[in-house]
């Protein structure tokens, strides 16, 4: 195709071009999404899916089973890892392209801004979370459930004070706001909750000693967790807690 064909397509999508196509509607089946209890990006894909009241179907993975490493989801996603959202012919994974993908696919309660203005807001908001309260999270949260406290003292100081920074910018962001996004609960807030569930999880779990200081994330952060208790109180997100904790509750 020459240039200047492609850069016209592109510019104005033709109908029944690809920048066109909308996929979704034309498909009867319900999304699946295949998930494992506990993991993060899964429950932030579940809680978009219920934010935007999107029905779907279920596909939990039992990850001590090995099921997603078995032959049958790895069809699926060959890199074995979760949460990936089948429709009809199409899958994807990655948490947050699922979350933008289900923004575009089903347009109604957006959850990355309704305008420009508030997509400018959370897009930033969702990528400086993976970007710099991700890996903190994820060292805080192994350490703990692998009880390695003491051994890994300074690579979990380190991770909780970067940790407990962001909770602190965040706790002055809702001395004006009640969500993270502009107008209502957002992509931020999906990507939010479930990591700190996900440290309160490993809190509870662990067997070994830990920083006082982070075992008050919540209790030292009123703003926070009024914000908690109000996305907790959506509707929906009850049904999102992960199953296997309800069953195995703290030791
Ligand atoms: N960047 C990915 C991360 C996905 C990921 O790390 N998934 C983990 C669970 S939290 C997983 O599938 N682990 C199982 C495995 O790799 O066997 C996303 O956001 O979707």
Known sequence: MRMERFFRLFRTGKPGSSTERRPPMTETALPELYWISGSPPSWRVMLGLVLKDIPFTSRRLDHG??????????????????????????????????????????????????????????WPRVMAFEADLRPAATTIATTLLRNRSSERYDALAAATARYLDELDDIEHRFDEQSWLGPDGPSAADCWLYPTLGWISRALERTRDSVPAELAAHLADRPALRGWHSRFAALPGVAGTYPPHWADTPAT
């Open 65 to 122: 089973k090995g099921e997603n490493r078995a032959p049958a989801y790895l069809a699926i996603n060959p890199t074995g890892q979760v949460p990936a959202l089948r429709h009809g012919a199409l899958v994807l994974r990655e948490s947050i392209a699922i979350l933008a993908w289900l923004d575009r696919a089903w347009p109604a309660r957006p959850l990355f801004g309704a305008t420009v203005a508030e997509a400018a807001v959370i």
